[in-house]
Every structure is written in structure tokens, then in C-alpha cells.
């Protein structure tokens, strides 16, 4: 396992395209994961980055990977949820996991509704391997950003939790790092027994 220190976070971005990773088109996917990481998290964290086809067997090695081997904390990845024949990426999750989470798919089909119908073809879960979270994200930026961030009104005010509220709890609950937020991005929860004192 790579050396890293016990209190940064290690999150593993994988995005799935086929053509993105055979140079078709620009990959938008680790670009959007990291402008999001970058403005909503207030502690350390360090990224791993896969680019890859929509391959069950590639991408279940690179979730096996980034778990083994790295000691990702969490991996996010997106793109291959939808209902057509070449999207594995739910397959893959689950062929990996130790433990499935089902409400993250739950809540982020819920949050997508808000923009489109099509939110119900979705098929983003998310699980447990070891002490990392495994998250399926949408495969569009704009859709990446509306899940973990949640649902906004017209006045900027939350309507609508994000799911990445309730990621730095899990991550607790699992041995991983403590991790702290940008407020004005993402508030994250966690019991008052859980909660740190800043000093």
C-alpha cells in the first residue's frame, strides 16, 4: 500500500468512456471530479486518476486496484450507469463490493429528477470494499456537480442535500480519515457524537 498520511484523504477518480479513453474525445469527467473536490473540501486529500474503457473486467481491476493497492479512502466514478448494453459500471461495482449502499443511488436518481426525466434510466449505486466507499456518479459534469452538491433555489439557499453530505460520515464509520468541508459548497452531517471541536 502507498505511503500517505493517516489524516489526508485518498479519493480515487475513474472515469469510464470508451471513447474518452481510446482519444475519440477530451475526457470532461476527472476535470469536473477534481474543480468539484478542489472548491468543497476543506482538509487534505490527494487523488488517484483512471481513464478507461467501459470493460467489465478493466474496470473491476481498477476498483480492485485502487482499493488494494493505493488505499483509496473513496473512488468516485462516472460515465456506464445508463440502461445500454456497453454500460457495465454498475455490474463492475457490485462484482467488487463487500456490502452494497443503495440510498446513494436512491438519492441521487431523486436529485437528477429534478432536471430531467430520464433520471429513472439510471442505474448509479454505490457499496463498501474493505474501508473505501464506491460511488457510481453521473457521466456529465453539470449532473456530477448536482449530485454531490445537491439542489439549489433561486436564491443560492440548499433545497435539496446533496449525497456528498452524508460521504464524510461513512468514511468515519468505516476507519477512513476525518473529513471537513466548505460549508458554502456542501455542509456535511454527522451526529454531534461524531462531530470534531475545532480548536
Known sequence: MSELASDCLLIGLVS???????????????????????SALASSWKSEARLIADEQPVIEATLRELVD??????????????????????EATLAVADREMPGFGEEMRRISRHFVPTAILSRQTAV????????????????????????????????VEGIFSAVPYCIDLLGGPYVETV?????????????????
Open 16 to 38: 469510464i468512456s470508451d471513447r474518452a479513453s481510446s482519444g475519440v474525445y477530451e475526457d470532461k469527467g476527472i476535470p469536473a471530479l477534481l474543480e468539484w473536490f478542489g
Open 183 to 199: 460549508e458554502s459548497v456542501c455542509k456535511a452531517f454527522r451526529p454531534k457524537s461524531a462531530q470534531r471541536v475545532r480548536v
Open 69 to 90: 493497492v493505493q488505499g483509496c479512502h473513496l473512488i468516485v466514478t462516472t460515465g456506464g450507469t445508463g440502461p445500454a448494453l456497453r454500460d457495465v459500471t454498475p
Open 128 to 159: 463498501t470494499r474493505g474501508k473505501c466507499l464506491i460511488i457510481n456518479l453521473p457521466g456529465q459534469p453539470k449532473a456530477i456537480r448536482e449530485t454531490l452538491e445537491g439542489v439549489r433555489d433561486v436564491e443560492g439557499r440548499v433545497a
